[in-house]
């Protein structure tokens, strides 16, 4: 008595990188080993493209560098570049920039660190429980309607003007985005997880590690994207606020003085530190979310 027996023919394997699989008659998915995974073979500083954010700031460099130096931008307007840069090493050289720099990135990084903590532990308490949610949404919604410098007066009266000040009004810019995009992709969640993790019998503390955290990583990167801007956006007002130190200080003694080559100086310092801190966060995010496939 003879067996008849069909081989099913394995999936076909892409061909020098090619990212496209054939499945074999019912099969419906490929397994993790097999799966093609382009984005893993790319190293994740070769995914940044140069071109793609400096294309526009190196266009607006050759409109200040041209525009000088043909005398179309007048000089007590708008400072040359190569002004500019002689102000800023001799700012470097007699220490004041770097010491107002290292005041304003610590003010910065305590106010960002804080928002931070407080808005993801907001955003779980409110994105995984309907009384969180109905206790803590409205108020931050509330909050997103009013803007963060609207609170100076109320601040300078509540907590003086010292840095106590400065840095609740740092928390309170980057709370806000932080909190709304943690939130939404919380809420976001397939509510299959949950069922599944009831059926694997996790703990609440796992479902958090586990599903929930990963799962709002994209928002979390988003709201951080935003808040990283809020803080130093933030951190040049409140350092025009009776400060003694701090890049804004700088500036704002620059003004009284009308010396514009320093507040250009001070101008590029902040255009640095805010585009950095972005690059490093779409780095950390590239890194954190390479189990994601996006175009």
Known sequence: MSTDITAVDAPT????GHDTFRLAPGQHSVSSESAPSPDAAVAWWRRISVRRISLGI????????????TGFIDPQVLP?????????ISL??????????????????????LGIVIAVALALVSGLSRLGESLIDGPMNVKRAVPTLAFIPLAIVWLGIGEGMKVTLIVFSVMVPIYINTHAALRGLDGRYKELALTLDLSHRDFIARVALPGALPGFFTGLRLAVTSAWTSLVVVEQINATSGIGFLMNQARLYGQIDIIVVGLVVYAILGVGSDLLVRI????ALTWRQTL
Not at 58 to 69: D, F, K, N, R, Y
Not at 80 to 88: I, S
Request: hydrophobic share 45%; no cysteine.
């Open 13 to 16: 394997q892409p061909d020098n």
């Open 58 to 69: 190196v266009v607006l460099l050759a409109a200040w560098i041209i525009g000088s130096a």
């Open 80 to 88: 040359a570049p190569w002004t500019a840069v002689v102000t800023g």
């Open 92 to 113: 470097i050289e007699n220490g004041r920039l770097t010491s107002n720099l290292l005041t304003s990135v610590q003010r910065a990084g305590i106010g960002l660190g």
């Open 284 to 287: 950390a995010e590239r890194r």
